[in-house]
């Protein structure tokens, strides 16, 4: 799977949209792109993924640059439940045999601001 | 929320015992993980399963067994448990794998592990 880079942390004021940014230039034609996100002290939650279409869902909107080499994660109207760690992870599509685990970095350690 | 339950919650174990953990979902995913999550390393996979009975190895599995004889329930054994063990383990399930559609992983909320 292709890595990652992303800010060690970011902040953002409660109410604004909160904008992630991954930096995922080795990625190839077959890997999607997960965020996820980690509470203090529960385990990780699922927001979203894509491929290379921007995606929207209840949580979160994702944006994939045309060359797909970087992305965006936007938390349209952030609020204090928001602060966690997010992780950009990419993963091959039909990916069989081996380990198959999701490999988590370090992620972006977001604090919103009352 | 995913339907997964971990137990025990918490656990303080000391140092030689055997220690099983449950992982326990309702979902009906095939595919189920162990994970453990320790500062500066995040999270790494022990081993995962892909079916009732089949189990695989994964990053970090040395000193860990697994069982899986229903397609709900999910076993981490740690043979003799020892201080580097000392952890938090997630267990994670999902329909597919890899990427695309139905692969998202779900999380249970995590049995913290004390080996004295």
């Known amino acids: 799977d292709a890595k990652t880079t992303q800010p060690p942390s970011m902040d953002c004021a409660e109410g604004r949209a909160a904008n992630l940014p991954c930096n995922h230039s080795t990625i190839s034609g077959n890997e999607y792109v997960y965020w996820y996100r980690q509470i203090h002290s529960q385990g990780p939650q699922y927001i979203i993924h894509?491929?290379?279409n921007n995606e929207t869902n209840e949580m979160a909107s994702l944006i994939i640059t045309e060359d797909r080499k970087s992305s965006t994660l936007i938390l349209p109207h952030a609020t204090l439940r928001d602060t966690a760690v997010y992780y950009c992870?990419?993963?091959?599509?039909?990916?069989?045999?081996?380990?198959?685990?999701?490999?988590f970095g370090k992620g972006t350690h977001l604090i919103i601001q009352p | 929320d995913a339907g997964i339950t971990q137990s025990p919650r918490h656990k303080v174990t000391e140092t030689g015992t055997p220690v099983t953990l449950r992982c326990h979902q309702t979902?009906?995913?095939?595919?189920m993980y162990w994970y453990r999550q320790d500062p500066g390393h995040g999270l790494r996979l022990i081993h995962y399963?892909?079916?009732?009975?089949?189990?695989d190895k994964g990053e970090v599995s040395d000193g860990y067994s697994v069982s899986r004889s229903k397609t709900e329930d999910f076993l981490l054994t740690l043979e003799s448990a020892t201080s580097s063990q000392t952890s938090v383990y997630f267990c994670?399930?999902?329909?597919?794998f890899g990427g695309g559609e139905n692969t998202e992983a779900f999380f249970g909320q995590g049995t913290r592990l004390t080996v004295v």
């Open positions: 979902e009906n995913h095939r595919y």
């Open positions: 992870i990419v993963r091959v599509a039909g990916a069989g045999g081996g380990a198959d685990g999701l490999t």
């Open positions: 994670a399930i999902s329909r597919s």
């Open positions: 399963s892909y079916g009732v009975k089949d189990t």
């Open positions: 894509g491929l290379k």
